[in-house]
């Protein structure tokens, strides 16, 4: 996990949601595996060394890094480490206006996916380097949903604030399919967790999923976004395992 080094509050979720993002584009490279999240957040609350904590996950490099948000920049160290002899592979410091945190973030991750050896495909090089929407606002309000929407214990409020936040993002962009994915999740997520069960959140589910699809046919997410729909919401179970 990244530290969060923002002196304003307010800024406190862009750390996790950067790691999370980075942690998506990785994990869509072929020739990297990439340990999930959940994995890796315990490390967050209890500090280890890079060497133990490679040992721990089976892994050869580590990524660290920190990020700071002050006033409309973005700051962020980031650096890949050879776990077997604790030397830096790659180090790098971004110091950008916020609205380009997209490119920050395309760029970590080819920058990563160079000094580890693994080759991009055609069609992986595209995806990191498409920017899932052009408004840079939208984006930024994708990102602090996204925060809550992975906060631990998936309580009632931090999922009404994750659904605010997309659906703000949205009408900004409305075409923002990536959104119209976490926001499906989100409805999800309230019927899942058996706050709100009715039939209109099940059909918001999934006119946001089909949204996703529709404006992103080879969008991941939005095949795992439809797949919830069919998992959870309708359990059709062949249906879903299709989708994922």
Do not use: K
């Not at 999240?37 to 040992?55: F, H, L, Q």
């Not at 604030?161 to 659906?167: D, H, P, R, S, V």
């Not at 900004?172 to 999740?185: M, Q, R, V």
């Not at 046919?217 to 249906?239: C, E, I, K, N, T």
């Amino acid at each position: 996990p990244f530290d969060n080094r923002s002196p304003d509050s307010a800024h406190a979720y862009f750390a996790g949601a950067l790691h999370d993002e980075l942690l998506t584009q990785l994990s869509r490279v072929r020739g990297l595996r990439v340990i999930s999240r959940t994995s890796v957040m315990e490390y967050a609350a209890a500090p280890r060394s890079v060497r133990d904590i490679a040992g721990e996950l089976g892994v050869a490099s580590v990524v660290e890094g920190s990020v700071q948000v002050l006033d409309d920049r973005l700051r962020v160290n980031v650096q890949l480490i050879d776990a077997a002899t604790d030397e830096h592979i790659w180090a790098e410091r971004y110091d950008r206006p916020m609205d380009n945190v997209f490119e920050v973030q395309s760029d970590i991750a080819q920058r990563i996916v160079a000094a580890v050896g693994a080759t991009l495909t055609g069609n992986e090089a595209m995806a990191m380097a498409a920017a899932p929407t052009e408004d840079p606002e939208a984006y930024l309000l994708y990102l602090q949903g996204l925060e809550y929407h992975r906060r631990p214990g998936y309580l009632r409020r931090n999922l009404e604030i994750a659904q605010e936040l997309y659906e703000r993002a949205l009408a900004l962009d409305p075409a923002f399919a990536l959104a119209h994915a976490a926001l499906s999740e989100v409805h999800g997520s309230m019927a899942w967790h058996r706050y709100d069960c009715t039939p209109e959140r099940l059909a918001w589910q999934r006119e946001a999923a089909e949204t996703a699809l529709r404006l992103a046919p080879d969008l991941p997410q939005a095949h795992f976004a439809m797949g919830s729909v069919y998992y959870r919401g309708l359990m059709d179970w062949r249906a879903a395992l299709a989708e994922y």
